[in-house]
């Protein structure tokens, strides 16, 4: 059993071109044709115990590899994988592999599922102290009928502290446009198995009361980046307001991140990042204004602001495929395979830290909401969003609160939070519509399909209400 370290980084296939000939590496490259062929049982029980089986072939040799459940903080893996070599196309499942023990008597089942099929250019190369093993990767993932390209850099660590594998990664951005990839080659195929999307949710965050504060945010942390990613992924292939909007949310979620565990984070850490995914959210929210509000109007009106909305569109394309966004994304993933920097109250369970965070910002929304009606637009905003917060806090903390009545309290609870963003949001929504009328040339009565200003806040001073009288689950 062995331990790899390797950052994965996504390019197209022109920059694989332009890389494969960067001065940088060094002339001597191994090129080889790899075939691997994944195994799982029909309803993926491997994958879901956090494991993957293949079979790789190049040349006449075959090599079986398990890789076990580990870390995969923005493109950086860190996993266990047990290597032996194999003579046939099916796997040897002995004792020699956790993979008997993992399936039990469903072991029977293992049968392939997918396979890739690249190109492999590799050079060994230093930085410093560390030696690097640097594999550009090139062809396709097939399913079934189904087939998908590949096209990744893969900088495994030989020797050496990882944060050399971040340099050579900056160093190849000013070369040609990488971004951390959030996928493994297993989870490629899984995913061309399965249901086609066009947008990508949220993933439920694996958490347990005995896991220290900091392992929590790196976990929460890692899974914002990996939303992010791949609503961007999808992004920069079309332009679909649906990931639009979760690249959005993502965003969000990783700010609201850095708000909930900022008692261990450093101050300058947080500042900068927020300032920076600020900067990002805001690059996309013109045309995340344009998407709602062409929802909300008449036909006519949809094709008054047609022509904003494209061009809108087109320059979310221009920021995320920009330098500024790409150095970023290698940033956050860098301070996050490195530690976060976190102090050493970090160490500590999150369970009882994560209460008082909830109970905090819980605080401040049911006060802050007293007499709704009666408050000015810009404050009822500012109490939307610490609604936000703790609604993404409440997710991200799920798993603590296990037991069937704290479930139950935690699905009524943020029901209560789902409602009130809601009702909070349709005002928000009538109050910046006269702006947005101006700004885009549109008539100061053209209706938005939205009640009138006193029925929506009726409805949102009820499910204020709802929320202050919701059982608190972390209790």
């Not at 900091?214 to 990613?229: D, E, K, Q, S």
């Amino acid at each position: 059993m062995g331990r790899e370290i390797e950052l994965k980084l996504d390019l197209s296939e022109d920059a694989a071109s332009r890389l494969a000939q960067w001065d940088g590496l060094p002339e001597r490259a191994d090129v080889a044709h790899l075939r691997a062929t994944y195994f799982d049982t029909p309803d993926a029980l491997l994958a879901r115990k956090g494991m993957s089986l293949r079979i790789r072939q190049s040349g006449r040799r075959k090599v079986q590899t398990v890789k076990g459940d580990g870390s995969a903080a923005g493109g950086l893996f860190a996993r266990q994988e047990w290597e032996r070599p194999v003579r046939s196309h099916m796997p040897v499942l002995d004792a020699q592999t956790p993979v008997q023990e993992a399936l039990g008597d469903a072991v029977d089942q293992i049968e392939p599922l997918f396979e890739t099929d690249v190109e492999r250019t590799r050079w060994l190369i230093r930085e410093g102290e560390a030696q690097i093993e640097v594999a550009l990767d090139r062809g396709a993932v097939r399913a079934g009928a189904r087939e998908a390209a590949l096209c990744e850099v893969e900088l495994e660590l030989v020797a050496g502290a990882p944060a050399a594998l971040f340099a050579i990664a900056r160093r190849i951005d000013g070369e040609v446009p990488v971004r951390p990839a959030v996928l493994s080659k297993a989870e490629r195929g899984y995913l061309l198995r399965g249901e086609l999307t066009q947008a990508v949710k949220a993933e439920p965050v694996a958490l347990d009361p005995a896991k220290s504060i900091r392992a929590a945010f790196l976990t929460i942390a890692g899974a914002c980046l990996r939303h992010y990613r791949r609503n961007e992924a999808l992004l920069l292939v079309h332009y679909e307001e649906r990931a639009l909007h979760q690249a959005r949310v993502a965003i969000r979620r990783l700010r609201s991140a850095l708000t909930l565990f900022k008692p261990v984070l450093l101050e300058a850490d947080v500042a900068r990042f927020q300032q920076a995914l600020r900067w990002l959210a805001g690059v996309l929210g013109e045309a995340r204004d344009l998407d709602v509000l062409h929802g909300r109007l008449a036909d006519d009106a949809q094709a008054a602001i047609g022509q904003a909305r494209a061009q809108s569109h087109a320059r979310v394309r221009e920021w995320l495929e920009s330098a500024r966004v790409r150095g970023l994304l290698l940033d956050i993933a860098e301070w996050l395979a490195l530690g976060a920097g976190c102090g050493g109250a970090a160490d500590e369970p999150v369970a009882d830290f994560a209460a008082g965070r909830l109970q905090k910002l819980h605080k401040r929304v049911v006060k802050g909401g007293d007499d709704l009606a009666q408050l000015p637009p810009d404050t009822r905003h500012k109490i939307r969003k610490d609604a936000k917060k703790l609604r993404y806090g409440s997710e991200f903390f799920a798993g603590l609160y296990s037991a069937k009545k704290s479930r139950k309290a935690h699905g009524e609870y943020v029901g209560a939070l789902e409602t009130l963003q809601d009702k909070l949001g349709d005002l928000n929504d009538l109050a910046t519509a006269p702006s947005l009328f101006a700004r885009y040339h549109l008539a100061e009565d053209t209706p938005l399909g939205l009640k009138s200003e006193r029925q929506l806040l009726r409805k949102a001073e009820k499910a204020h209400d709802t929320l202050a009288q919701a059982p608190r689950f972390w209790r």
